[in-house]
């Protein structure tokens, strides 16, 4: 399966290849970065992680979690080489989160504009976000990005609750 148009971006997502596999029809994994929004867009049969957004957020949390740790090790060792190919994991999943906790696949084609749409994001995105894909080596991106995550997790989580309760009220 080739990138479509719609999901290529200089950094999170160059015109890559990777083999479509049954697989993202049944499991929820990460790796490669994109697959299921890739397929989508393609019309392929895959999953759909952005349909079950509190599923999703956990997923990509984690993923984070595991990345962030190995990025500390480089950072405290000076080594902004060796950290690039987690920063732009990092990058990869903390859009993942933006766009699938609203509901929504990833489009990364014209990235700046589609976060304008999204309805669940936190303030000055934009801002923040360029300065991280700009930088992607420096330590304060790295730091961005990960208050970036805790702050559209909580504001993410919160909207998933209210959902819920108001689904209920109407039960």
């Known amino acids: 399966m080739s990138v479509p148009p719609l999901m290529r971006h200089p950094l999170l997502l160059p015109d890559v290849t990777w083999e479509y ?3 993202i029809l049944d499991s929820n994994q990460l790796n490669p970065s994109f697959r299921y929004d890739s397929a989508y867009h393609q019309d392929l049969p895959a999953l759909k992680p952005w349909e079950n957004r509190e599923n999703a957020v956990q997923s990509v949390v984690k993923g984070w979690k595991e990345v962030s740790g190995a990025m500390q090790t480089f950072l405290k060792e000076r080594n902004s080489k060796a950290s690039l190919p987690y920063m732009v994991k990092g990058l990869q999943l903390y859009t993942m989160l933006l766009f699938w906790g609203n509901g ?6 014209d990235l700046f504009a ?3 749409l999204l309805r669940i994001k936190p303030t000055n995105i934009e801002d923040r976000l360029s300065f991280i894909l700009e930088r992607p080596t420096l330590y304060h991106s790295f730091i961005q990005l990960g208050e970036l995550f805790i702050e559209t ?3 993410i989580m ?3 609750t209210i959902a819920k309760v108001k689904s209920q009220r109407k039960i």
Do not use: A, F
Request: hydrophobic share 30%; glycine share 0%.
């Open 21 to 23: 596999e049954d697989s």
């Open 104 to 109: 929504k696949p990833v489009l990364l084609y």
């Open 114 to 116: 589609r976060l304008q």
């Open 153 to 155: 997790e909580k504001q």
């Open 158 to 160: 919160k909207d998933i």
